[in-house]
């Protein structure tokens, strides 16, 4: 189901090595910064500005962060949003009671001033935050379960509303603590959760695909909505996401594949499975194509054997307005379907609202959405239907160093499958089936693209440079060029092709505008260990990993060992900080981290270890607040495994034993997702 045309391009493994091996051969240019991300700023090697010491490796059960500097959790899973309401207990949590209290398994952040301002405010101390719950993990729900098979329905409901969003006020006092601003009661203020029960709209160029009519119909029977023209399918999954210059959230639809199940066959099934279209889509997601035991624990809803299109509900980026409840969330169709890890937003020069993404699967695409109308900073919510219509584009990466961007069309995606099966009828099916459009078309496909930042000015607008975290790649491919560009000893298995450790791309968009359709791209950094003795290493599994952050003998990166990027921001100095997510796989002596390092200066880049998170975590959101003086993140799934990297799933059911980790209150207490408020002890500008 998932195989690529024959005439698809060559991962992107293959072309960094292609890259690489032209600058070895060129030889000069290897002298030169790998790249230039700010103009006018001067070369500076160690990266200017980052004076901290760098945190050691630990498998600490905490947040550990450098000399002169403190943590505090701003909030955690179930602390509750509303004044008089009870301690939370995760033993009885309930679906009414998690609809009033901070979800499970935070994920990207987002800080909006209190009172909106363009251009961007700096000065604010109050804000609107909102948080993505990515997904919960069965074995960290419920302590007192001694069995995933005793899990009751109204139990289930409850995890599902643990899903979603929070929108919550928070601010920071005189002495530089931050706090959650808790609203009298729901309605009456602004703090709020949309769980996927909430009504949203779909708009734009899917709204009315024959998949989403299909399946709002056969939602709705079963979840009515409460608002008109609204599906009660509210948003799951919810990985990264975006920031729009008119302050709106954007929320970042992933693994979304996972929560749905197939009964049993039926007339139904059988149709949908009758149409290519549909069997070409639910096999590149994932879908389950029969699942009867995994339909036991299923709500009604995700079951597909009820619901043959249900799965088109999902996989979209939805946009909120958190200063204006209420505004139904909006399902941005036009921005494509995909296993979407983020949103981020950059201004064109001629206005035009741009929106990159990353389709975080092996071996999918890199996506950006330019608008076809123009960003208005005079009047905040008439931007709020920029993202209805515009041009959807995937990335292709060519072997010279430069790249395009394919207008994912209906007449390009037809002209390009050629005898495919599967034909695409008009823009709002490329708009659903962008994945099939992309790999006919000839994009990339990629080692999981995770975060895709740009650099924007203090307008917002893009100055063209924007980098793309590829998380790893697990495959064991065949020997090919760079794949991915690491050093292997001599005597190597040439089988062993995979990219655990992960690496950084950089594109410089044409004209330094990000709504060009061509960009030059170079390699930001390989991930890995700058110091190894050895460019293959054991990991803790017993496994082998590519550790060299060397091509030809010459190093990306100097300074800590790092792996498997995620999430990624900019500061004010333009510091990349990177959050990692399966490190300890790769490298056994720490839990994921925090690094950092300059998007300018030459040769190696100088990475710095800024933050370790505690036992099983992985680290999302990496966030700064406008005045810098503060820097947040989102220490997920905390205990998901022990610090052998086991998971925590089945020694739970096994043998009963307490999770690994009690992030954050500690003792015996069961471990919380959280949001971590990192400030100096001076009060100073973070990093520098
Ligand atoms: Fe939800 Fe791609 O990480
Ligand atoms: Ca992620
Ligand atoms: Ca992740």
Not at 40 to 53: E, N
């Amino acid at each position: 189901m998932n195989s690529k045309p024959a005439d698809a391009p060559e991962p992107m493994h293959a072309l960094i090595d292609a890259r690489l091996s032209r600058r070895g051969i060129i030889g000069g240019l290897a002298a030169l910064p790998l790249l230039s991300l700010a103009e006018g700023q001067a070369a500076a090697s160690p990266p200017g500005g980052l004076t901290f010491a760098s945190v050691p490796a630990t498998q600490a059960d905490t947040v550990t962060v450098p000399p002169g500097y403190r943590t505090q959790t701003l909030i955690a899973w179930g602390d509750p949003l509303f004044e008089n309401m009870t301690p939370f207990d995760p033993a009885t949590v309930t679906r009414a009671d998690q609809e009033l209290r901070f979800g499970q398994n935070n994920d990207m952040l987002a800080l909006f001033p209190a009172v909106f301002a363009f251009p961007p405010a700096t000065g604010q101390t109050s804000f609107l935050m909102c948080v993505n719950h990515e997904y919960v993990e069965p074995s960290l729900v419920y302590p007192g379960l001694r069995s995933l098979r005793d899990v009751t329905p109204d139990q289930m409901e409850a995890v599902i509303v643990a899903h979603g969003v929070t929108v919550v006020r928070v601010a920071r006092d005189a002495q530089g603590v931050w706090g959650v601003q808790r609203d009298a009661a729901p309605g009456e203020g602004l703090n709020r959760r949309i769980t996927p029960n909430t009504p949203v709209i779909f708009d734009g160029a899917a709204a009315n695909h024959r998949w989403v009519s299909a399946a709002t119909a056969g939602w709705n029977v079963a979840n009515p909505s409460a608002v008109a023209d609204a599906v009660a399918c509210g948003t799951i999954a919810n990985c990264a996401g975006g920031q729009t210059p008119w302050g709106t959230y954007l929320t970042a639809e992933e693994n979304f594949d996972g929560y749905f199940s197939l009964s049993a066959l039926g007339p139904e099934t059988e149709t949908a499975q009758a149409d290519a279209a549909w069997m070409w889509s639910s096999g590149s997601f994932g879908t389950p194509l029969f699942s009867p035991a995994r339909a036991r624990l299923t709500p009604p809803r995700f079951d597909v054997a009820k619901n043959p299109y249900a799965p088109a509900l999902y996989g979209w980026i939805v946009e909120i307005d958190p200063y204006d409840p209420t505004w139904t969330p909006r399902k941005r169709t036009s921005l494509g379907r995909a296993k979407h890890e983020c949103a981020t937003t950059a201004l064109a020069k001629d206005g035009r609202v741009v929106v990159y993404s990353g389709d975080d699967q092996i071996n999918e695409f890199v996506y950006k959405f330019v608008s076809r109308g123009k960003f208005n900073p005079a009047e905040r919510t008439a931007n709020r239907d920029l993202l209805s219509e515009g041009q959807l584009y995937a990335a292709k990466f060519n072997a010279d160093g430069t790249g395009t961007w394919l207008a994912l069309t209906p007449e390009a995606a037809n002209a390009a499958a050629t005898g495919y099966t599967a034909p695409f009828t008009d823009v709002s099916d490329v708009a659903i089936r962008c994945r099939e459009a992309a790999r006919l078309m000839g994009a990339t496909p990629m080692d999981r693209p995770e975060d895709v930042e740009a650099i924007v000015d203090s307008n917002w607008i893009g100055r063209g440079a924007v980098l793309v975290a590829c998380t790893n790649n697990r495959n064991e491919q065949p020997p090919r060029p760079g794949n991915p560009a690491r050093e292997k000893a001599p005597g190597d298995d040439p089988a062993q092709g995979s990219n655990l450790a992960g690496h950084i791309l950089k594109i410089e968009e044409a004209g330094g505008d990000c709504a060009a359709v061509r960009f030059r791209w170079d390699v930001f950094a390989l991930a890995g260990d700058p110091n190894a003795t050895s460019p293959v290493a054991e990991t803790p599994n017993a496994g082998l990993a590519h550790v060299s952050v060397k091509h030809r003998g010459r190093p990306t990166i100097s300074g800590d060992r790092f792996a498997c990027p995620d999430n990624i921001c900019f500061d004010a100095q333009q510091n990349v900080w990177i959050s990692t997510d399966g490190a300890p796989a790769v490298f056994g002596d720490c839990n994921d981290a925090v690094m950092v390092t300059s998007t300018s200066g030459v040769g190696p880049r100088a990475m710095k270890r800024f933050l370790v998170g505690p036992v099983g975590c992985e680290i999302c959101g990496p966030t700064m607040a406008p005045d810098q003086k503060a820097f947040l993140v989102a220490i997920q799934h905390p205990g998901e495994a022990d610090t052998r990297g086991t998971s925590y799933s089945d020694l739970r059911w096994r043998t009963g034993a307490p999770p690994p980790s009690s992030f954050p209150d500690g003792g015996t207490a069961w471990p919380r997702s959280a949001v971590v408020v990192v400030t100096r002890t001076d009060g100073g500008v973070i990093g520098a």
